[in-house]
């Protein structure tokens, strides 16, 4: 599996996502699995014990396109982007073929009442078995097993948490083996599928030009973010495949 500063990262691709997240669920599996862009990557590059947390992944996903990139010059030419939204819907389509019970965790009260509205709406029929919008603050021990308890009576299979990077990672990974699910850190998911949050023109998807729409959407909340996170993520891919290059040369010399 190609990694991109320390991060491992699957060349997969929408099916896989699906095939290999239903036959968890019909397993009744505890199983994580994270959709990693640049931001992501910096955290972890920057946080060891995130990078572990991360790597601990049952799947972890090509989100972005400048991820994909890397791992095509990392030696996946295969390699195509798994956005997080769209990998969502695709499992929430085949929730509602499969009868799989799914359930949301995270985002404000606002965005949950309206992505359940939309997601019964685009998937009628589908069994949601669980809804939470959790107090944004560190929940007790009790509160948590209370979480956890509810959400496994429930009988949830596909978990979908949406409570931002990183604390949705470290959430998912601090639950694996509590509950019997699938669980999915999705980001801004929760957001877009709401409606709540505008999303990118797909051209700029394809071009990797995300970033620059949302700057322009937030730019008083994601200046600081990208401003740090792109010049040094670009910095130190370029490092890694001029290392690498320089490894490969020495080899074969």
Not at 14 to 37: G, H, I, L, M, N
Request: aromatic share 12%; hydrophobic share 45%; charged share 20%.
């Amino acid at each position: 599996m190609p990694s991109v500063l320390g991060v491992d990262i699957a060349a997969s691709n929408y099916d896989e996502v699906v095939e290999k997240c239903t036959a968890w669920a019909q397993a009744r599996e505890s199983r994580t699995v994270v959709f990693v862009d640049a931001h992501g990557i910096m955290q972890a590059y920057d946080k060891p014990s995130f990078r572990a947390d991360m790597n601990s992944a049952d799947l972890a996903n090509p989100d972005g396109m400048p991820i994909v990139w890397a791992l095509r010059a990392f030696g996946a030419p295969q390699a195509s982007r798994v956005y997080g939204p769209d990998a969502t819907l695709a499992l929430l389509g085949a929730a509602q073929q499969s009868g799989i019970p799914v359930g949301f965790y995270g985002a404000s009260a606002l965005t949950l009442a309206k992505l359940i509205v939309e997601v019964k709406r685009r998937f009628q029929g589908i069994h949601i078995a669980f809804q939470m919008s959790p107090p944004f603050r560190q929940l007790t021990d009790e509160e948590d097993e209370a979480i956890v308890r509810q959400i496994g009576d429930a009988g949830v299979r596909w978990l979908f948490v949406g409570l931002g990077c990183p604390r949705q990672e470290r959430w998912i990974m601090a639950h694996k083996g509590r509950i019997p699910a699938v669980l999915f850190a999705v980001g801004a998911a929760f957001d877009f599928i709401a409606g709540t949050k505008p999303q990118a023109p797909r051209w700029m998807m394809r071009n990797g030009l995300e970033w620059a729409f949302r700057l322009g959407s937030e730019p008083r909340r994601l200046a600081g973010r990208y401003f740090r996170t792109i010049p040094r993520f670009m910095a130190l891919v370029g490092y890694q495949w001029f290392t690498r290059n320089v490894r490969q040369a020495a080899k074969a010399s």
